[in-house]
């Protein structure tokens, strides 16, 4: 499958060059490639410059986000969350438009600081937020309450045996995201019905981050037990 992801930091490596090993075709995609290929700095997360990790991940493509997304049969949106809506009006509605978007982004409010705090919360979410903003797009929110190693390599933690959860409006999208979890080892996909249920999974992010900082890993993950 031709994937684009938007976004080419720490979460946007790890999942591009995880789709590539599962035999998908990938391209990572940015506002500006030569921009991004031009930093020599470390990003937030302390990640290499993205022209470092590129020159050892050839087989991804890197393009601008409308590139990516007018080539791609399915959108990754890991893009910062406070600028994804921003990020995908880049890529184009024409581009997104009948095509699946997993949004794995978190809507953080760090201008208080850490713990971030969430915006939109409770009553709104960042999935329905980019639902609304494109109607002919299938968004489907998933794995933004876990640590990138664990979204694509789930056996990090407790053998792979914990859960992670799915929300949208069409059953066929979910139903493709669930076999795209699936091809990563993910066993306890839960689906939560729609997009209005990516307000309960934004906001395990503040017990998610908390639990971080006592456990000393990211490397953990819920699991619902029946």
């Known amino acids: 499958m031709k994937i684009a992801v938007l976004g080419t930091g720490f979460v946007g490596r790890t999942f591009s ?7 998908h075709e990938v391209a990572i995609g940015t506002r500006d490639p030569q921009a991004t290929l ?13 022209a470092q990790w590129h020159a050892q991940h050839a087989d991804v493509a890197l393009a601008a986000y409308p590139d990516a997304a007018a080539a791609a049969e399915l959108v990754i949106n890991v893009t910062n969350g406070a600028g994804s809506l921003d990020a995908l009006a880049a890529a184009g509605t024409g ?10 982004a978190n809507p953080l409010d760090l201008s208080q600081g850490f713990p971030p705090f969430l915006n939109p919360v409770n009553t709104d979410s960042l999935g329905e937020q980019i639902q609304r903003a494109f109607p002919a797009t299938k968004v489907v929110k998933t794995l933004n309450n876990m640590s990138a190693g664990l979204m694509v390599d789930p056996g990090r933690a407790g053998g792979g045996d914990h859960s992670v959860f799915v929300s949208g409006n069409d059953a066929g999208a979910k139903s493709q995201v669930t076999s795209l979890l699936q091809g990563f ?14 307000r309960a999974q934004e ?9 971080m900082g006592v456990l000393g890993t990211p490397d953990f993950n819920f699991k619902i037990v029946r």
């Open 38 to 50: 031009a930093r020599q700095d470390s990003d937030a997360m302390g990640s290499p410059p993205f």
């Open 95 to 104: 581009n997104l438009s009948g095509k699946i978007l997993v949004d794995i």
């Open 185 to 198: 080892g993910h066993q306890d996909i839960i689906d939560l019905g729609d997009i209005t249920n990516a």
């Open 17 to 23: 060059a995880a789709l590539v090993k599962l035999g």
């Open 203 to 211: 906001m395990l992010l503040p017990i998610w981050v908390r639990l």
